[in-house]
């Protein structure tokens, strides 16, 4: 077999190449590396912030999308009202936190939904190799049951909605989000929900959220807030003072019925049938 001359085209295009992917994969090492490099310090950062006990208190006491004051979280945190006001000054400068003024008063607020998804992504990652046989105290069934999630129903009422309008062809799921369908149109603006407004929003339509305590997906977005919304004003649910949890009154046990197929039990009933 012929030796190839080093100066043939076709090997110097060879090396070109070979020298081209060499680079390629070394590139992908470095930013590989360097992006470990960079990520690493901000999770340990954030991780830190929402680690400590009183400060992790305080995220969840404001997970129901109300805005509260330093008084309200302190008394939540149990701690003076002087350590809450550093926690809570860490936690706005980190930007988990918002703070609200009016007039006099200071309330803070969960800083954007990516604060909401980050916790319950903490909530559902301990919660992944849990027994789930465990017996619930009496609060936790409640918002095992039904609870807001930020702006948004979550728990069992709010996974059944979510079958609901799969079983019907309203949405259609993927991965994380999900898409309405022409019927799902009709029947949203039948139920009373303006769509082109929620269109005109810069969040998602109707994003997936993982639900910590059913551990299947609920719907979120612009669209879980508005179906949210809807129930509050047609009086089919209530909140529970003091609480993310959220009870649905006599009126929305037959309007789930009649409008979702949903059979909505009592309070502190456990379901019958299933699985």
């Not at 030796?3 to 994969?25: C, G, I, K, M, N």
């Not at 309200?72 to 936690?91: D, G, I, N, Y």
């Not at 009870?247 to 949903?262: D, N, Q, S």
Request: hydrophobic share 45%; proline share 3%.
């Amino acid at each position: 077999m012929a030796q190839a001359d080093a100066t043939d085209p076709r090997l110097a295009t060879h090396h070109a190449s070979t020298v081209v992917e060499l680079f390629v994969r070394l590139f992908h090492r470095i930013g590989c590396y360097i992006g470990q490099m960079i990520s690493g310090p901000l999770i340990a950062e954030i991780a830190a912030l929402v680690g400590e006990p009183a400060r992790a208190t305080m995220l969840s006491a404001l997970l129901d999308g109300r805005a509260l004051t330093a008084s309200e979280l302190a008394f939540a945190a149990r701690v003076t009202p002087q350590t809450a006001s550093t926690h809570l000054a860490k936690l706005t400068e980190a930007g988990l936190l918002s703070l609200i003024r009016d007039g006099r008063h200071r309330y803070f607020r969960l800083a954007s939904p990516k604060v909401v998804e980050m916790l319950d992504g903490i909530v559902a990652v301990a919660l992944e190799n849990r027994p789930r046989y465990r017996p619930l105290s009496r609060h936790a069934q409640e918002l095992s049951a039904a609870r807001i999630c930020y702006d948004h129903l979550a728990g069992r009422l709010s996974v059944d909605l979510t079958d609901s309008l799969i079983t019907h062809d309203y949405i259609v799921v993927g991965d994380e989000a999900a898409e309405i369908t022409p019927a799902g149109t009709r029947f949203l603006t039948e139920f009373g929900i303006d769509l082109s407004t929620l269109s005109s929003t810069r969040r998602h339509l109707c994003r997936l959220c993982l639900d910590w305590t059913e551990r299947r997906p609920h719907i979120a977005g612009a669209i879980g807030a508005a179906l949210t919304k809807r129930c509050f004003n047609l009086g089919w649910t209530e909140r529970v003072k003091h609480s993310r949890a959220v009870i649905v009154t006599e009126l929305g046990k037959r309007g789930f019925l009649e409008i979702f197929g949903i059979e909505v039990f009592g309070r502190h009933e456990n379901r019958t049938g299933t699985g």
